[in-house]
Every structure is written in C-alpha cells, then in structure tokens.
C-alpha cells in the first residue's frame, strides 16, 4: 500500500462503486485498513492526515491529523476500545 494516488472501491460483481483521493497533488495516499467491524476504512497520506471513510456512502466520515512530534504527558494511561 505505499504510495498509492487514490482508493477504488469495487463491488463483487466488479463494479466501481467509489473512486478517493486524498488531496491534488505529490504521493497521495500511504496506508489504508479497515475497521475491525467493517464499517469504516481508514485512509492515511503523505499530507500527514487521517481520513475515515463510512462504508455505506463513502464519504468522509472523521480527520485526524499526524504530528510528526507526539508530546505526551510523563504518566499517560492508553486505553484501547473495540467497539463497532
């Protein structure tokens, strides 16, 4: 998955059901996985964003953006929710 331009998403019977990318210009997109429940796909790219896409529209459903620093207090707790 690295370097793509864009994302296709095809139906079963080989249909293009939707064409995403990320930005205009440079790499585009650099990793993509779905959520665990299937619902959401998650687009990372080389303009430093997290992109969350709704599986049934496949419009943009959540952003996040990536620091390149990550500056955390001395005594954080992490926790991991699965929820879907």
Known sequence: ????????IYSPDGRCLYKYQAYESALGVKSV???PCGQFLAVGSYDQMLRVLNHLTWKTF??????????APCCAAVFKVIAC
């Open 62 to 71: 959540a952003e996040f953006m990536h620091l390149s620093t990550v500056r």
């Open 33 to 35: 996985s779905w959520s």
């Open 1 to 8: 998955w690295c370097g793509l331009i864009q994302v296709l």
